[in-house]
């Protein structure tokens, strides 16, 4: 663990619990050692933060890889900075490059630590709980490592899609489950695309049960500040 890492835990965990005063349940579920990945529903850019801050375990996250790549004394700072703090870079451009860069999170999980990782892959702007990509099967199963379905409730509320400081007063909860059983597909021989499919729909089902929210069939779609530029696109 980074010094910048377990400063940043020791100050933000107790802030997190005085200001929200988080109800936390299940924190059992996550093994005390060994390979392990929370994936969780995805409400705000608080999410991360508030997960990485009450997981009883140092956790790792990925981050997009433009917050590496910066040139200069200011890029370089950054991508320190972004390495100190257990993040681990990948390419969020969709489809199958984003699906290999995943690749990049698997030495991660093979040296026993925790990955958090967010399957609808971006923040949900209305509160409904959407469909998850299969990212996150591929590295359960490809460690292989337990899959934690983690629900967190009420962030949405702290830190809207667009709000530029969080509120205080509303109620928050975190929700760790039971490890999800991947057995049928770990003795089920080569990983297929229907595989994926299956483990991801458990894993949503999960989320969903834990969070309570409606839950939508398809990708979450993207927020205006994701769309390409229309000037740049075929």
């Known amino acids: 663990m980074s010094a910048l890492y ?43 933060v ?7 375990r140092n956790v790792y996250f990925l981050a997009k890889d433009q917050y590496f790549l910066g040139p200069g004394i200011k890029g370089a700072a950054l991508r320190n900075i972004m390495y100190g703090l257990n993040q681990i870079p990948v ?4 489809g199958r490059a984003s699906l290999m860069a995943l690749d990049a999170a698997l030495p991660v999980l093979r040296a026993g630590h925790v990955l958090g990782i967010f399957p609808e892959g ?30 967190l409730m009420g962030f949405d509320k702290v830190m809207p899609v667009g709000a530029s400081l969080p509120k ?22 080569e990983v297929d695309s ?27 779609p993207k927020r205006p500040d994701q769309l390409p530029d229309p000037a740049t696109t075929d």
């Open 122 to 151: 971006t923040r949900s702007t209305d509160g409904r709980l959407y469909r998850g990509r299969p990212g996150v099967a591929k590295l359960a199963l490809d460690a292989p490592a337990p899959i934690i379905p983690v629900g």
């Open 91 to 94: 390419d969020r451009s969709g």
């Open 168 to 189: 205080l007063g509303p109620k928050v909860e975190v929700r760790f489950g039971e490890p999800l059983d991947l057995s049928q597909w770990r003795d089920g021989g």
């Open 6 to 48: 377990a400063v940043g835990k020791m100050a933000v965990a107790p802030l997190a619990r005085l200001l929200w005063h988080p109800r936390i349940t299940g924190q059992d579920n996550v093994p005390k050692t060994g390979p392990a990945i929370l994936a969780s529903n995805h409400q705000s850019v608080l999410d991360s």
């Open 194 to 220: 229907r595989a994926l499919r299956e483990v991801t729909l458990k894993l949503m089902n999960a989320i969903q049960q834990l969070t309570g929210q409606e839950y939508v069939g398809r990708y979450a």
């Open 50 to 56: 508030i997960m990485g801050a009450i997981a009883p």
